[in-house]
């Protein structure tokens, strides 16, 4: 990332790859790949390797994002029961 008093560093300092960012936010490169492509998280592909900029992943990481499968509704039955109910 940016230098602490703000100034940049070396070009290295200013980007990441994929695994990088996983380990930052403590998520799988997969998740951060299908932000990527979501458009969810900006970076770029150069030679087939995912690059992003540290102000970026900055801005990713302090956006808010819901974890895991959303909760079921009351009254509302699994897959499984809908089908064994119907026979």
Do not use: C, H
């Not at 998740?31 to 992943?57: C, H, M, N, P, T």
């Amino acid at each position: 990332m940016v230098n602490g008093d703000g100034a940049g560093g070396s070009l290295a300092d200013n980007f990441y790859t994929t695994a990088t960012v996983a380990k930052l936010a403590g998520v799988d490169q997969t998740f951060v790949r299908r932000s990527l492509r979501a458009g969810r998280l900006r970076g770029e592909k150069l030679g087939g390797v995912w690059v992003i900029a540290a102000d970026e992943v900055d801005r990713w990481l302090r956006t808010p994002r819901k974890r895991g499968r959303p909760p079921r509704q009351a009254g509302q039955l699994p897959m499984v029961e809908l089908l064994e109910n119907e026979g």
